[in-house]
């Protein structure tokens, strides 16, 4: 009975409780029908929110458009100052390749003049053209040292160069040279063929230590590939202090031509001319009528040094000659050594190219002959065809061992007709 009258007292709190939580809500309902807290109008608050982002972000982006301004500037400015200090690296470039060409020229100057002098009076001044030997330097070869102080005399010496593809036309030139009674000369094999061949025949003979960039050629090489070895090969040559006669091997000689040079020059050479003109030099007048008053042009011409027989004496701009060539041979496969020999030899100093002071002198074109002059005057003139030339070098024809014989036969055993039935040129 006490436990059912609790639950009823219970309950009817809960019933009364409720009911005023119903009467309350709803006087709250009536007095604050928009609640507690009101907001009027929510659009200002949103706005300000979106314009302080739209500010930061403006704000933002103004500093970075400052900074790329900034950045713009200072790379401008950088590339202005790495253009002048390439400038100025350019100008101190130059300077020093001209202080350097200074020196050098002042070094070589020095070293061919000595003591500066005053000039003499008119017409008696003349330049010197004959620079002195450099020092000897056995380390650079010595097992060639100890064959050149066998052979040559007066530090002078014949060199050829020679393979198996020339050995007919090497025996007519060492037969001649034999005959005539040359000691100083040497043949340099390109091959083990011709060392044996030579040590056979008595004939001072140099087989060189091997080196594949250039065995290759002088194995195989034809006439004018062989040709074009010498002018590295000889460097050695003039390392060593002796003066070379370079000789190829299409040659007759007839008399001594040591006895016949000047030795005044670094260069002295036979020339591929057939005239006075065309030997020494001429003036060439060349007529261009569209230029009126200046239409003659004069030019100096003279026809090339043969560079399959020259003496060089072993001076710096000999060497300087022997590398400037082989240099050029090699980073140019197909030139001619000839035509680079002139070049290098002859092209005065200009822009973007410094010539060589090299002192040349070309020699008599009847005592050295080439085989135009023998076959197209020497042979058809009576008293030319008396002369004796120190050599013939059968340079303008292919067909060189049968016109090395008929020379032989002319000149040596006195057969006057051997020489009228060949062509003045090739056919």
């Not at 020339?166 to 009674?181: D, S």
């Not at 701009?317 to 400037?324: F, K, T, V």
Request: net charge positive; with cysteine; proline share 5%.
């Amino acid at each position: 009975m006490m436990g059912g009258s609790r639950r009823q007292n219970v309950q009817s709190r809960v019933g009364i409780a409720i009911a005023i939580g119903v009467l309350l809500g709803c006087v709250f309902a009536l007095c604050f029908p928009n609640g507690f807290i009101t907001i009027s109008n929510p659009a200002p608050i949103l706005n300000r929110r979106f314009a302080k982002s739209i500010a930061q972000v403006g704000s933002t982006l103004c500093a970075s458009s400052e900074r790329l301004n900034m950045l713009k500037s200072e790379f401008v400015a950088a590339s202005e100052e790495n253009s002048e200090l390439k400038r100025k690296v350019r100008e101190l470039t130059e300077k020093f390749r001209l202080a350097e060409q200074r020196k050098d020229q002042a070094e070589k100057q020095v070293l061919v003049l000595g003591d500066q002098k005053k000039a003499g009076p008119f017409g008696t001044v003349k330049g010197l053209r004959t620079n002195p030997s450099v020092v000897p330097d056995k380390s650079v070869n010595p097992r060639l040292a100890k064959v050149l102080e066998k052979v040559a005399v007066n530090k002078e010496i014949i060199v050829a160069l020679a393979n198996s593809n020339v050995k007919e036309m090497l025996e007519v030139w060492f037969t001649n040279i034999k005959r005539v009674g040359i000691p100083n000369y040497l043949v340099v094999a390109l091959d083990e063929e011709i060392a044996r061949y030579c040590e056979a025949n008595n004939v001072p003979v140099y087989k060189r230590d091997p080196d594949k960039g250039i065995d290759s050629v002088a194995r195989t090489g034809g006439n004018h590939a062989v040709s074009g070895l010498k002018f590295h090969i000889l460097r050695e040559f003039l390392q060593l202090g002796y003066s070379v006669l370079l000789s190829d091997v299409d040659i007759v000689y007839l008399q001594n031509p040591f006895n016949h040079l000047y030795r005044d020059s670094d260069v002295e050479s036979m020339t591929d001319g057939h005239n006075n003109n065309t030997a020494y030099g001429f003036n060439d007048v060349f007529d261009e009528p569209k230029m009126g008053w200046a239409r003659y042009a004069h030019t100096m011409r003279m026809w090339v040094y043969n560079s399959g027989f020259f003496y060089v004496r072993p001076t710096i701009p000999s060497i300087e000659l022997l590398d400037r060539v082989a240099g050029r041979l090699s980073k140019e496969p197909n030139s001619w050594d000839q035509a680079v020999f002139n070049e290098e030899l002859f092209f005065p100093s200009h822009p973007g190219y410094d010539g060589l002071h090299a002192s040349r002198r070309t020699m008599d074109f009847y005592l050295f002959m080439n085989s135009k002059v023998l076959f197209k005057t020497v042979r058809k003139d009576d008293n030319l065809s008396k002369l004796k030339p120190v050599i013939v070098h059968v340079n303008y024809h292919p067909d060189k061992l049968p016109r090395m014989l008929a020379v032989v036969e002319f000149y040596v055993n006195g057969k006057q007709d051997a020489l009228k039935s060949f062509p003045d040129g090739s056919e």
